[in-house]
């Protein structure tokens, strides 16, 4: 079973707060997902491999520490996961930048099964990818994104999103038990329409302005 973490640092779960208001507007809800990313990005990366190296300080000789290992690759779920994009490049500048292109049925409440997967597969190989997407509902898009993924070479999976239901967890832990998970909260269910309680919203909608 892999990994699942809700990140409860207080930072976090204050812009959270006024991210699920209704009354926030599209600039700042737009800001704060960028925000709540970076913040998270800290902990996703947290077993981060790291090598002494020799440098001469201004002052003496002295071994320290940088990153070794996989590189880092960060790919959004399009459209909502692009808002958090920005926050994780400002932690991990090096980051290669994907895209996985699907969009959900209304009626189903299922991914449409036409994906694009926007990165080269030598990359994909030898990268630790981490799939961002604002929401994990009933986890049919996280799941079938995980397995384009996994089907174009991808070992080392992460997903990282903002609010997560009960729901959506046991989908992708059953479908993919060695992909983490990374949430800043567990709320409480789906409702008929498949959208979490008490959640945020459409995350789409509230980036882009669109309704």
């Known amino acids: 079973m892999s990994k699942f973490t809700v990140i409860n640092h207080p930072l976090i779960q204050h812009k959270l707060r006024i991210l699920r208001d209704k009354n926030t507007s599209t600039k700042d ?15 996703v ?6 090598e002494d190296v020799e440098i001469d300080t201004p002052v003496a000789h002295a071994t320290v520490k940088q990153l070794t290992g996989k590189k880092v690759a960060v790919v959004p779920i399009l459209r909502a996961g692009l808002g958090m994009v920005d926050g994780v490049v400002k932690l991990i500048p090096a980051a290669r930048i994907g895209h996985i292109g699907m969009y959900r049925d209304e009626k189903t409440l299922e991914p449409a099964r036409s994906i694009s997967v926007k990165l080269a597969r030598q ?3 030898k990268t630790e990818v981490i799939v961002v997407d604002p ?34 967890v046991k989908a992708v832990q059953a479908a993919d038990p060695d992909v983490d998970i990374y949430a800043a909260a567990l709320d ?10 008490p959640g945020l919203g459409d995350a789409g909608d509230r980036l882009f302005g669109t309704k």
């Open 123 to 125: 990359i994909l190989t």
């Open 188 to 197: 409480d269910h789906l409702n008929q329409n498949g959208y979490i309680v």
């Open 135 to 168: 929401m994990l509902a009933t986890g049919g898009s996280a799941k079938d994104a995980i397995a384009a993924l996994k089907n174009r070479g991808a070992k080392y999976i992460k997903l990282m999103v903002l609010v997560a239901a009960p729901e959506g």
């Open 29 to 43: 809800f737009r800001d704060l997902v960028n925000e709540i990313a970076m913040l998270m990005a800290y902990e």
């Open 45 to 50: 990366s947290r077993d981060m491999q790291l």
